[in-house]
């Protein structure tokens, strides 16, 4: 029966869990643990996606409320579907809405938990607006198709994008560009840019800490660090190296 079930389900995750807790007990933790003070000033602080919502909406209220926002919709779409769920579906659609509201909490934490959060909120929207199309074929009203087409403005991903536009900051400060009016962030990452170090020696390369992946996959040289929360000794040398001056920058890549 269903409480056997029930039992089998829950001693599986306690298992599951005992083995996370055994094996690396930071799991249970901070993910970002072991990170320095000095890697979470100088570069973890800065990326976006491993910001919080509060710190997104900080930055970019326009990005913190169309991400968001959307998610909020999809919990609207699951509690009208599990409300209006026969007694056979309420279990698969309650366990879509314990899916939504768990990856809606790590969005909160970190703004990259959106790809979840908008996946479980995009499939409680196609089931709503599948409830809603079934009873307005049935119904045949005014009132159910302007419910329907409501609904669906209401889960449209464009709709919430077009909204945010409404609490934007206003840009106090042009764009870097390059002269030829790209931006610094595309033109720093384009292969062009990389052609001349192929006539160079192989070496270990200083670069800033978003630079190093790509320069990894565009030449043969070696860098100092790249972006990735375990390169914490990559990431603290490289950050005393540009931090320095000349000379001290110097015997800090030599060591």
């Known amino acids: 029966g269903w409480g056997m079930r029930v039992a089998a389900g829950g001693f599986a995750g306690v298992l599951t869990l005992g083995l996370f807790a055994i094996v690396n007990p930071a799991c249970l933790g901070d993910p970002y643990v072991e990170v320095s003070e000095q890697v979470r000033v100088a570069w973890l602080s800065v990326v976006g996606e491993a910001m919080s919502l509060?710190?997104?909406?900080e930055n970019r209220?326009?990005?913190?409320?169309?991400?968001?926002?959307?998610?909020?919709?999809?919990?609207?779409?699951a509690i009208f579907v599990i409300s209006t769920a026969t007694a056979k579906?309420?279990?698969?659609?309650?366990?879509?809405?314990?899916?939504?509201?768990?990856?809606?909490?790590a969005t909160i934490w970190q703004i990259r938990g959106v790809y979840f959060?908008?996946?479980?909120?995009?499939?409680?929207?196609?089931?709503?607006l599948g409830a809603l199309f079934s009873r307005r074929e049935k119904e045949d009203d005014t009132a159910s198709i302007a419910l329907f087409v409501g609904a669906a403005l209401f889960m449209s991903p464009t709709s919430w994008q077009m909204a945010s536009r409404l609490v934007a900051k206003p840009q106090t400060a042009e764009p870097r560009v390059t002269p030829d009016g790209q931006s610094y962030g595309i033109a720093c990452?384009?292969?062009?840019?990389?052609?001349?170090?192929?006539?160079?020696?192989?070496?270990?390369?200083?670069t800033p800490i978003d630079l190093g992946m790509s320069l990894l996959i565009q030449t043969d040289h070696g860098v100092y660090g790249g972006p990735y929360h375990r390169n914490i000794l990559g990431i603290?040398?490289?950050?005393?190296?540009?931090?320095?001056?000349?000379?001290?920058?110097?015997?800090?890549?030599?060591?």
């Open 61 to 77: 209220p326009d990005s913190a409320a169309w991400q968001f926002g959307f998610v909020i919709a999809g919990l609207v779409a």
């Open 117 to 128: 959060s908008h996946a479980f909120a995009a499939i409680a929207g196609g089931v709503m």
């Open 89 to 105: 579906k309420r279990l698969p659609t309650a366990a879509l809405g314990l899916l939504l509201v768990l990856s809606m909490l």
């Open 189 to 206: 990452l384009d292969p062009v840019a990389y052609r001349a170090l192929g006539d160079v020696p192989q070496s270990k390369v200083l």
């Open 236 to 255: 603290e040398r490289v950050t005393r190296a540009f931090m320095s001056a000349p000379d001290d920058a110097l015997e800090e890549i030599k060591t």
């Open 54 to 57: 509060m710190a997104v909406w």
